[in-house]
Nanobody, 124 residues
Framework: QVQLVESGGGSVQAGGSLRLSCAAS????????MAWFRQAPGKEREGVAS????????YYADSVKGRFTISLDNAKNTVYLQMNSLKPEDTAMYYC?????????????????WGQGTQVTVSS
């Protein structure tokens, strides 16, 4: 079992920045990918960014490339999402996820552990 706890959400004006954190505990050695997803009201959950736990290879959705950065601190078992140049369309609940078996990084069913989510609101 892996437990994930997100923090760092909040409200910010367009153009501002936030950093989300996801602290993992439990059987973290079993994870292959860590990712951030987001879900806005009435929309499907979408992949934002992912990082492999061993090689730290990163992947991003086109909508956030150049603005968001995902990183991993293995010593702290924590994944971060630095979000810069935020836009109102980035407003959503952001979820941290962990996968123990891989697969396409943007597909929610490929992740077996999820955090409770942290709200990000960007005003214009």
């Amino acid at each position: 079992q892996v437990q994930l706890v997100e923090s760092g959400g909040g409200s910010v004006q367009a153009g501002g920045s936030l950093r989300l954190s996801c602290a993992a505990s439990g059987d973290t050695y079993s994870t292959i990918n860590m990712a951030w997803f987001r879900q806005a009201p009435g929309k499907e959950r979408e992949g934002v960014a992912s990082i492999t736990t061993r090689s730290e290879r990163t992947y991003y959705a086109d909508s956030v490339k150049g603005r968001f950065t995902i990183s991993l601190d293995n010593a702290k078992n924590t994944v971060y999402l630095q979000m810069n140049s935020l836009k109102p369309e980035d407003t959503a609940m952001y979820y941290c996820a962990a996968s123990t078996y891989g697969g396409s990084w943007w597909t929610p069913p490929n992740y077996d552990y999820w955090g409770q989510g942290t709200q990000v609101t960007v005003s214009s």
